[in-house]
């Protein structure tokens, strides 16, 4: 028999569990919205099928060159998804304040911080993009990956 823990205790796991499934849901979500900003623009790359034969091609070359592409994926992930968290936060945030009665200027200076908070996020999320894209198009146009047979030595920085 499990000894009683307060209820805070045993909701620990299932909110994990419920925060991590949230932050998929709005990393899909946002993974969606960003396609579409992709692709009403001038840069559908990804969309691109001899871009991802290139991609395919330069992360299957190289440990490394995988090991580095997976954690810019990391990393864009997370600006992506903090993007309409943010914007939400700054809608979210005012709601709450004023029905608990908080000043506007804070409320005002918070929904501020949270806009400029997102605008950083898709800033920062398209600039890896773009790295990352010339990144893969180098690598297939030189076929020199660092750490691969063509650079045993990793001479080549990535």
């Known amino acids: 028999m499990l000894p009683m823990l307060s209820p805070p ?11 991590y499934l949230l932050g998929v849901v709005v990393d899909r979500l946002a993974d969606e919205l960003f396609k579409w900003r992709l692709l009403a623009g001038r840069h559908a790359a990804n969309d691109d099928t001899e871009y991802r034969r290139m991609r395919d ?9 995988l090991s580095a592409y997976s954690y810019g994926k990391s990393r864009q992930r997370i600006c992506r998804a903090w993007t309409p968290l943010a914007l939400g936060l ?6 709450a304040t004023v029905r608990g009665g908080y000043a506007p200027p804070i409320t005002l200076g918070a929904s501020v911080g949270f ?10 999320w ?3 993009k ?29």
């Open 9 to 19: 205790v045993w909701l620990i796991a299932p909110g994990l569990v419920a925060t």
């Open 90 to 95: 700054a809608v979210a945030v005012p709601v």
């Open 115 to 124: 806009v400029l908070l997102a605008a950083g996020c898709f800033a920062a």
């Open 57 to 65: 091609e330069a992360v299957n070359s190289s440990d490394f060159f």
């Open 130 to 158: 773009r790295d990352e894209d010339k990144e893969i198009r180098r690598v297939a146009a030189t076929r020199l990956v660092p750490g691969s047979r063509s650079d045993p030595a990793g001479t080549r920085d990535g």
């Open 126 to 128: 398209r600039m890896m």
